[in-house]
């Protein structure tokens, strides 16, 4: 499979960011599915993942912030990020079927 986040930017803190990720080339609907982060000068960490029956897990810190999706027919998954803050800036990648993709830029700041 092969993973592209897209969705990434500048929002200012307490703002909204949806970040996505499209699978190709394998079968989605099959995959469970996960968002992973690294801030700078931090190692990765992974913040929320999605089984294929649609069960989430978050990372405490963003638990009530962040709500992860999936739309099989678009095989895509999505993060829908709320009341953002300056810790949430960091590259976020998605995982799944053993790959991961190239992550998209997330900056929180005013």
């Known amino acids: 499979a092969q993973l592209a986040e897209s969705g990434g930017g500048l929002v200012q803190p307490g703002g909204s960011l949806t970040i996505s990720c499209v699978v190709s080339?394998?079968?989605?609907?099959?995959?469970?599915m996960a968002w992973l982060r690294q801030a700078p000068a931090k190692p990765i960490e992974w913040i929320s993942d999605?089984?294929?029956?649609?069960?989430?897990r978050y990372l405490e810190s963003v638990k009530g912030r962040f709500t992860v999706s999936r739309d099989n027919a678009k095989n895509t998954m999505y993060l829908r990020m709320d009341n953002m803050k300056s810790d949430d800036t960091a590259k976020y990648f998605c995982?799944?079927?053993?790959?991961r993709g190239q992550g998209t830029q997330v900056t929180v700041s005013s």
């Open positions: 999605i089984t294929t029956d649609g069960v989430t």
């Open positions: 995982s799944g079927g053993g790959a």
């Open positions: 080339g394998g079968t989605f609907r099959s995959l469970d």
